[in-house]
């Protein structure tokens, strides 16, 4: 599901969610069969972010932690 709304994959189809779109998605299984999910990108943990659209969470760059919207750090455990 994205903004967009959902989409339905079956074996063998790919999705793409292309860095720096500000479109929340993530993946549910609806199945009773089990599914693999094969993910593949870039893994540069000193650049890596992630921004969270429909929650209040921005994963920051590196070993930084995670902070709110508003850039108010959330506290490490």
């Known amino acids: ?3 967009a709304g959902e989409e339905i994959l079956r074996a063998g189809d790919c999705a ?3 860095a720096g779109v500000a479109d929340g998605h993530h993946l549910q299984n609806r ?3 089990a ?3 094969l993910e593949i990108g ?3 943990l000193a650049d890596d972010e992630a921004f969270y659209s429909d929650i209040d969470l921005h994963a920051l760059a590196g ?3 995670y ?3 508003d850039g ?3 506290p490490r455990r």
Do not use: E, L
């Open 63 to 65: 070993d930084a932690g």
């Open 31 to 33: 199945s009773t069969h």
């Open 16 to 18: 793409g969610f292309p």
């Open 72 to 74: 108010r750090p959330y």
């Open 67 to 69: 902070a709110h919207r």
């Open 42 to 44: 870039t893994r540069r």
């Open 1 to 3: 599901m994205t903004d």
């Open 35 to 37: 599914a693999t999910v």
